[in-house]
């Protein structure tokens, strides 16, 4: 089964910058692979952050974090990124990785594996 282990959180000032890593283990990914990221805000609901293929590069990013964050992959890694620019306090959140298996429709309706979260707390 997929494994997904999250990793770059952490406390950052209002308009700066982090860089969060998703690694991967226990698949070969392909072309109808795609991994995630959401993220959970206390009292909130898991919200949609963006998207991504393995194979091929299409991505999809909230409208609440277009231009400002973005979603990659490094392939020979197994490890997906999310870099996030100009935080904001309502950034604030546990992020959450997650791998879509098999999934023939971007963006994929389902992700069937999660990572176990990693924080991200943007002071005012």
């Known amino acids: 089964q997929v494994q997904l282990v999250e990793s770059g959180g952490g406390l950052v000032q209002a308009g700066g910058s982090l860089r969060l890593s998703c690694a991967a283990s226990g698949r070969i990914f392909s072309t109808q692979d795609a991994m995630g990221w959401f993220r959970q805000a206390p009292g909130k609901e898991r919200e949609f952050v963006a998207t991504?293929?393995?194979?091929?590069?299409?991505?999809r990013h909230a409208d609440s974090v277009k231009g400002r964050f973005t979603i990659s992959t490094d392939n020979d890694k197994n490890t997906v990124y999310l870099q996030m620019n100009s935080l904001r306090p309502e950034d604030t959140a546990v992020y959450y990785c997650?791998?879509?298996?098999?999934?023939?429709?971007?963006?994929?309706?389902?992700?069937?594996?999660w990572g176990q979260g990693t924080q991200v707390t943007v002071s005012s």
């Open positions: 991504i293929r393995w194979i091929g590069g299409i991505t």
């Open positions: 997650a791998a879509a298996v098999g999934s023939w429709r971007f963006p994929p309706s389902e992700y069937h594996y």
